[in-house]
């Protein structure tokens, strides 16, 4: 009885603990499955409709971070309305304009998602993106990142029939065939190999980041539905136009010569050429299929 007694303070406290334990898990909010990730500047009139094309979303299992990247009109105060009513957004800010890379990078870190979904403040997903992308990513292991058909937005805003051309994953070599927009990358690679948005690229800071998953062996798979829809914007400054001309020559050639060409037919040939030293060396490459290769090579290169 006597021993009883002596162990009752330490009964006491492993209960104790225990309970604290408990409570401090109880008020863990459940990881969520997805992070949406959305950098926003001066999108007072446009970014409502981006936030109202995720909160659709068929799929639920999300958060959804935004970003204010030192807005001067009345960003903040949309986002903030938005917040009040849906649990899952949460806002963060820069108290001055970073930039997109910055800011992508940022929401990165804060993401406590299994995968992220980029987003563009001026885009919409359709309903069905987070759905398809999360299930073919679940089923498919293999695959690092997933990007699907896209459709234009019109000028009132509503996404347009018209799907917009497929281009394989081969022609990155060239040039960046994956919009930024609507995306879903596996966090768990992300982490692993510390990839983010270099920040010296102010443009062209997307065909960086997808070429950094190809060069460490991610591979990027494709959904054939239209479940993105997208704004083109023509009036950049011509400043702006050469950055983009002279960064895509940077990011081409890592990935051309870390793909086995030899320097001078990257710095010099045309993209069948780089295609044509692939396929008649029988090069094989852990981010693409020979298959693709193959097609291209047959499909266009031979029949110019």
């Known amino acids: 009885m006597n021993r009883f007694k002596n162990l009752l303070p330490y009964i006491f406290i492993f209960i104790l603990i225990s309970i604290i334990i408990f409570l ?26 981006a ?53 992508r990078n940022r929401l990165q870190k804060e993401a406590r998602g299994k995968y992220l979904t980029i987003m563009d403040s001026d885009d919409q997903m359709l309903k069905e993106l987070l759905e398809k992308s999360v299930y ?39 040039d960046n065939v994956i919009s930024n927009s609507g995306n879903t990358v596996r966090k768990s ?4 190999h510390n990839i983010s948005y270099n920040t010296h690229f102010r ?22 539905l239209p479940l993105i829809a997208i ?35 990257c710095e010099t040939r045309s993209l069948c050429d780089k295609i044509s030293y692939l396929y008649e060396n029988n090069i094989y490459l852990d981010w693409v299929p020979r298959t693709q290769i193959e097609h291209v090579y047959k499909k266009i290169c031979q029949e110019q």
């Open 24 to 49: 401090i898990f109880l008020n863990i909010p459940a990881r969520p499955t997805v992070s949406v990730l959305m950098p926003v500047y001066n999108r007072e009139k446009l970014v409502s409709y």
């Open 51 to 103: 936030i109202e094309s995720v909160l659709n979303q068929t799929y639920s299992d999300f958060e959804f971070l935004i970003l204010d990247d030192g807005s001067t009109d009345g960003t903040l105060q949309v986002l903030q309305n938005y917040a009040k009513k849906d649990s899952r957004i949460k806002i963060l800010k820069n108290e001055t304009n970073k930039g997109i890379p910055y800011s």
């Open 136 to 174: 073919v990513l679940e089923h498919d292991t293999s695959l690092v990142t997933v990007y699907t058909e896209r459709v234009l937005l019109d000028k009132n805003l509503r996404p347009k029939e018209k799907v917009l051309p497929f281009f394989p994953v081969i022609l990155m070599l060239q």
């Open 189 to 192: 690679f992300i982490d692993r």
């Open 203 to 224: 443009t062209t800071e997307d065909y960086d980041y997808w070429t950094q998953i190809l060069i460490r062996g991610g591979k990027i798979g494709f959904i054939s």
């Open 231 to 265: 704004r083109f914007h023509t009036d950049y400054p011509l400043s702006r136009y050469m950055d983009i001309l002279e960064n895509r020559k940077i990011i081409s050639m890592n990935l051309c010569i870390h793909s086995k060409i030899p320097q001078h037919i």
